[in-house]
């Protein structure tokens, strides 16, 4: 027997949307990481998600398009009894469509990894109706044994022509914090400035932080602009997802940023 509320209820989203839900037995998400954490917790309710949500690997739901331009027609014909959405990863207008379909849509609002923990537990248990996730009990036990360690200064690439870096308020900023990296561009009065290579390479970093999405710098598109500096490769799914990698994130980071380009050299040239 199902223990999802069959009845109505009020149940609030980030943005101080309140929403009054029954069952919740149909989801169609908007945002990748809320895609794996619906189907890591709950795979029955989704039957919608983007051309984006890569995880899990074997998500056999209806493809809506991209986060940035869903197909709201396909979206309502799928009649999802909720939408997930983010206020930064999707496009005000698309969200204002789906609700005047008249369509719930639950938009998250991420800054800081509590804030993420705290925005995954309303949405699963207030709007899905879902009992809280084993994975997020992991997840926050996970980065509540993180030691810092020693601080280092980072610039933190996330697109390239022209440069975008991290700046004030972000997600990612905050994981790196944590694990004993602060980015130069952290009180910029933008969220990700368009910032100069020449100041980037001069801007008093010890090393250049590269995430493989949104854009994909791998060991020979990225560094090479930063000759100067160490540079750590690391997964943006780890870094900028929050769901269910947030259990393995802490381990699989801290791994990625000592591992640098020019550690690697230096092994190479030792006898």
Request: glycine residues 8%; proline residues 8%; charged residues 25%.
């Amino acid at each position: 027997m199902s223990s999802r509320p069959e009845h109505g209820r009020t149940a609030t989203d980030d943005q101080g949307t309140a929403h009054r839900l029954g069952a919740v037995r149909r989801v169609v998400s908007l945002v990748p990481s809320l895609t794996e954490a619906v189907a890591a917790t709950a795979p029955d309710l989704l039957v919608g998600a983007t051309d984006w949500c890569s995880h899990p690997a074997d998500l056999d739901v209806t493809r809506i398009g991209g986060t940035k331009n869903p197909d709201t027609a396909l979206i309502t014909a799928l009649r999802p009894d909720l939408v997930l959405a983010n206020e930064e990863e999707n496009r005000a207008p698309d969200l204002a469509a789906l609700r005047a379909a008249g369509l719930a849509v639950w938009v998250t609002e991420i800054r800081t990894l509590d804030q993420a923990l705290g925005s995954l537990e309303r949405l699963l248990v207030l709007g899905c109706g879902l009992p809280s996730p084993e994975w997020l009990a992991d997840a926050r036990a996970a980065w509540e044994g993180v030691e810092a360690g020693t601080v280092r200064r980072a610039v933190v690439p996330i697109w390239r022509r022209p440069w975008m870096v991290l700046g004030r308020d972000t997600f990612a900023g905050d994981l790196l914090h944590r694990l004993g990296v602060d980015h130069v561009y952290a009180d910029h009065p933008e969220r990700y400035p368009a910032i100069p290579l020449d100041r980037l390479t001069t801007a008093g970093a010890d090393l250049v932080v590269l995430p493989d999405e949104p854009y994909r710098f791998t060991a020979t598109d990225g560094p090479d602009a930063f000759p100067d500096l160490p540079a750590a490769l690391v997964s943006g799914r780890h870094l900028t997802w929050y769901g269910p990698s947030l259990t393995e994130a802490p381990a699989v980071l801290a791994e990625q940023l000592t591992c640098t380009s020019r550690g690697r050299e230096e092994l190479r040239d030792q006898p």
